[in-house]
């Protein structure tokens, strides 16, 4: 069952206030922009969770056996409507003329194989769910996002903040992992529970890049949206190796000595994911070898954890972590003390 959640977003509002205190006339309108549309978005979603009528949006039901992907991608043509735009391509489609289009049809495809292959997940919601892009979104957009309700959006970037959103795994790998975490937890998009909605989908977007590329833990990069930032925020959005070091308004914290407490942005979802972040890194270094195979595997069975509630914390999760690291790999084994350390490094009290 779907737990209902915001729209999730790939780019922190924070990081948009700040360009709008600090940019220029050009970057604070696009900034601006994309605030606005953010918040009519999460308006529109209130609005159809409240009515009994089917929304605009809707996931074309698709029959057939299990372990295939579904995928249907429309080009939104820079309109801002919440209904689907012209078909750009269907599953099983040749490559068309428009690279947004191939771009999100080959990142769903690739996602949807990293979690059948790895994981014998069969789509978002492991019943073979439609997987629905919708590119090109309104105009200098400079986000992408999963709606809870079947679909991702994406903008085309500014040019100087983001270029098109379309053109990276894990970013892509990010937003459909929410869904992911929307039918296996319900994690409560507020605080540490949601921090660890933000951290959970940052990994499993990182594992999406890093198995495709076919990268072991060593030499995989560990950032985040560095193939869709521009000029303003090289080299990257996040960086799970380095918190607060992936750009220069990245204020991420490196563990929970620096934990930041505010209001904003459903109380900092996705400033303290930064340290759920490190501490699976700490844990994927440490085991060695391909992150998917131990390290992703105790993560994702713990996302899948009865023991995880809406309400869960980092340190509930942690014990988690724990918990199925000694049940998938032996409780003396290396894997668990390898958790234990990536906690530790974060400060994260178990």
């Known amino acids: 069952m779907a737990h209902r959640s915001p729209i999730q977003c790939i780019v922190p509002p924070e990081l948009l206030r700040q360009v709008i205190r600090h940019g220029n006339d050009a ?88 979690y059948w292959e790895v994981f014998q997940r069969d789509s978002i919601d492991d019943t073979g769910m439609p997987i629905i892009g919708l590119v090109h ?25 983001f270029t098109p959103l379309t053109n990276s795994l894990d970013v892509i790998g990010h937003e459909l ?25 940052d990994v499993f977007g990182s594992l999406v890049k890093q198995y495709a590329k076919k990268q072991d833990a060593a030499s995989a ?18 960086s799970l190796k380095d918190p607060g070091k992936a750009n220069a308004h990245d204020n991420q914290p490196a563990d929970m000595d620096h934990f930041v407490n505010t209001s904003q942005d459903h109380g900092g979802v996705h400033t303290n ?21 131990k390290a ?22 942690a014990k988690v972590t724990i918990r199925q690291a000694g049940q998938l790999f032996g409780a003396s084994g290396t894997e668990v003390d390898a958790v234990k350390a990536g906690w530790d490094a974060v ?4």
């Open 27 to 114: 970057e604070r309108e696009a900034a601006l922009k994309t605030l606005a549309l953010d918040s009519t978005f999460r308006v529109s979603r209130a609005e159809i969770a409240q009515s009994r009528v089917p929304g605009k949006l809707r996931a074309v039901a698709v029959g057939g056996a299990r372990g295939k992907p579904h995928r249907a991608i429309y080009n939104q043509n820079h309109g801002e409507e919440m209904a689907l735009g012209t078909p750009g391509r269907m599953e099983g489609a040749d490559p068309v003329a428009d690279e947004g289009v191939n771009q999100a049809y080959d990142g769903f495809g690739a996602t949807w194989t990293f």
């Open 137 to 161: 979104f309104s105009t200098d957009y400079d986000n992408a996002f999963w709606d809870g309700q079947g679909h991702m959006f994406f903008g085309d970037g500014d040019g100087n903040m």
């Open 177 to 201: 992992t929410h869904g992911v975490t929307q039918y296996e937890a319900g994690l409560s998009y507020v605080n540490q529970s949601g921090a660890l909605n933000e951290s959970i989908s």
């Open 221 to 238: 990069d560990w950032l985040i949206g560095n193939d869709i930032v521009g000029p303003m925020l090289q080299p990257a959005l996040r």
């Open 273 to 293: 994911s930064s340290i759920p972040n490190h501490a699976f890194y700490v844990v994927a270094t440490t085991i060695g070898g391909n992150a998917w195979e």
């Open 296 to 317: 992703g595997k105790i993560w994702y069975e713990s996302l899948r954890d009865a023991r995880i509630k809406p309400n869960c914390d980092f340190a509930t999760f």
């Open 347 to 350: 400060k994260v009290k178990v």
